[in-house]
C-alpha cells in the first residue's frame, strides 16, 4: 500500500498549532474547574444572597453543606467516568462535562423565592458538580495521550495551576458583584462560569479523540490520522507508524488487548503491569493533596484575618484573601518553568517540606492568640499557599495521568479523581469543626500530616520526568523483574528511544513479539497486522508478512 502525503487537519490546524488547540481547550476545562471551585466563597456569607436563600443566613452548617454539596456532585461525575469513561471517550466526556455543567448553572441562577429556591440550588450545584468530575477525570487523560513526551508535564501542569486563576477570577467576580444590586451580586457569578462551559463544549465537536484511546478500540486509521496531524506528520509516514506501534505495544502489554472497556478488577492486578500500586501511586497523590490542609487555608484565610488580624473590618479581610488568591495564582505559573528539568519526586519532597513548615509557622503563632503574632500566622498562610501553588497544586493531576499504563489510564485516573472529591468534602467539612474545638491545633495537625508525606513518597515515588508514557511501563517491568524498588529502576533505567523502548518491553517479557512488522504489513482498510504475527509467532510459525 503506497505511502499518502495527505495532511490530516482539525479546525484546519496541524502538528504544534493542532495541539496548542487541545492544551488550550484542555486548559480552559480546569479554569472553568477553578473558577466554579471558588465562586460560592464570596457568596455563601452575603446578605444578598441570605435575602433569596434565608436557610444559609448565620447557620455555618447550612453554608457549609450548600459548598461541600458541590463536592458529591463531583465524586458522582468521576464514578460515572470509572464505569464507563473507556467506552464513551476522552472527546464526548469533556463535551457532555461541559454541557452538564452549563445545565446546572443555569438550574441556580435560576430559583427564586417562593419556589423552594434553596433546594432547586442545592440541585444545581449537585450538577454542575457532576459535571466538573466527569471534566476532572478526563482531561488530564486527554491531554497526556494527545502530547508529545517532552512537553506533557508542562501540559499538565499548566492545566493544574490554571485552576489558581480560575479561583482569582471567581474571587474578584464575587468581589467586585458585591457592590452591585441583589440579583448582579450572585447570579451573574454564577452565570459566568457558562461561558468556560461552551468554550469547552463547542471546541470539542471539532478537535480530534486521543490516539490511544483509538487503537484500544481498534480504530487504527482514525488513529493515525490523529497522530499525523498532532505530529505533523504526513499521514502514512514511516514516523506515523512507528508512534502507533509504540503505542499497540503498550496496549498489548496490559494484558487486555481486544477489550474495548477495561474491567474494574484490572486495577487490582500486579505482575509486570503493576496496575494495582499504579492506581495507588496516583490515588495517594490527591489525598495528600487534600489532606493536607489546602482547603483550611483557601476557605478559611478571610475568616482568620477578619477574626484575629482585622477584627469588624470584614472588607479589608475579604482583600486580603483576593491579595492571597493572587499570590497562589503567581506561584502556581512556577512549576511551569521547573516541571521539567527538576522532575515530579523532587518538586513532590520540595512542596511537602514548605506546607510542613508552614504550618508550623501558622501553629506557633496563633498560641498565644494576640493579634501581632496572628500576623506571624498570616505569613505562615502566606507561605504555605505559595508552596502549594507551585508544587502540590498541579502535581496530582499529571501524576495520575501518566503514571497509570494505558488500558487501565481512564478508570484509574477517575479512581483518583474520586479520591480527591472525598476527601476534598471531608476536610471542607471538618475544618470549621476543628478550628472552633482545638483553633492551633488544626494547623499543627496538618504539620504532623505533612511530615508523614515525606518518607511515603520518598520510598514509593519514582521519577517520571522526560519519559514517555510507554516508557514507564518499563520502569515498573524492570522493578518487578529484577526485585528492585521501582525509585531505583527509574534511577537506573536511561532514557530510552521509540526502538528502545519495544527492545525492553520484549526484555521484560511485556510483549512475546514487536509490534514493528505493522509499518509496513498493513492489511484491509489499513488494519496493521501485529495481532496475526503475535498469533503465528505463539504458534511457532515464521514472521513472514500475512497475505491479504
Known sequence: MAATTEAPTYLGLRGRPLSLAVSTVATTGFLLFGYDQGVMSGIIGSNHFANIFEEVRDDATMQGLVTAIYEIG???????????????????????????????????VTAFPGHAPLAQFIIGRVVTGVGNGINTSTIPTYQAECSKTSNRGLLICIEGGIIAFGTVIAYWIDYGCSFGSQDLSWRFPIAFQSIFGLVVCVSMIYLPESPRWLLTHERYEDAERVISALRGYDLGSEETQIERDIILDSIRASGFSGQKSTPVKALLTGGKTQHFRRMLLGASSQLMQQVGGCNAVIYYFPILFEKSITPGDSNMALLMGGVNMIVYAIFATTSWFIIERVGRRKLFLYGTIGQCLSMVITFSCLIDGGQSSAKGAAVGLFTYIASFGATWLPLPWLYPAEINPIKTRAKANATSTCTNWLFNFLIVMVTPVMIANIGWGTYLFFAVVNACFLPIIWFFYPETAKRSLEEIDIIFAKGYVEKISYVRAAEELPLLTDEQVEQEALKYGLIDTAARGAVHARGPAGVPHEKALSEKSEEGGSREEVEN
Open 74 to 108: 463531583c465524586l458522582m461525575g468521576a464514578m460515572f467516568i470509572l464505569g464507563v469513561g473507556d467506552l464513551l471517550g476522552r472527546r464526548k466526556a469533556m463535551i457532555l462535562g461541559g454541557l452538564i455543567m452549563i445545565i446546572g448553572a443555569t438550574i441556580q
